[in-house]
């Protein structure tokens, strides 16, 4: 089964910038809906960010809207997480993950919409 791998993860002093990327393990079947999510230690999976299949649509969480950005790459089925002015409350485990179809006609925010998991990627923010 084709999974949705993260990467790009790393350490950071609080104020600054990564970017982390998404891509597919293997061949996907169409056009896939991406999302973000998020997991610190303890806590519930988090939603961050998620596009529609064309890539125009976007919706982010409270928490970080304003400071990520969201876009879809140009190879099929990949994505990347724009991560800015980061504060030690982003640290958590970055999950990225598809879903077929119209993304806006489920729960985006809710992870068992997304079909497609994958390994995620460790970022940590220092004060």
């Known amino acids: 089964q084709v999974q949705m791998d993260a990467s790009g993860g790393g350490s950071v002093q609080a104020g600054g910038s990564l970017r982390l990327s998404c891509a597919p393990s293997?061949?996907?079947?169409?056009?896939?809906?991406m999302g973000w999510f998020r997991q610190a230690p303890g806590k519930a999976r988090e939603f961050v960010a998620a596009?529609?299949?064309?890539?125009?649509?976007?919706k982010y969480g409270d928490s970080v809207n304003g400071r990520f950005s969201i876009s879809k790459g140009s190879a099929r089925n990949t994505g990347y997480l724009q991560m800015n002015n980061l504060i030690p409350e982003d640290t958590a485990v970055y999950y990225c993950?598809?879903?077929?179809?119209?993304?806006?006609?489920?729960?985006?925010?809710?992870?068992?919409?997304?079909?497609?998991w994958g390994q995620g990627t460790q970022v940590t923010v220092s004060s």
């Open positions: 993950a598809a879903y077929v179809g119209q993304i806006w006609s489920r729960d985006f925010r809710d992870e068992s919409t997304y079909t497609r």
């Open positions: 293997g061949r996907t079947p169409s056009s896939v809906a």
């Open positions: 596009f529609s299949a064309s890539g125009i649509e976007k």
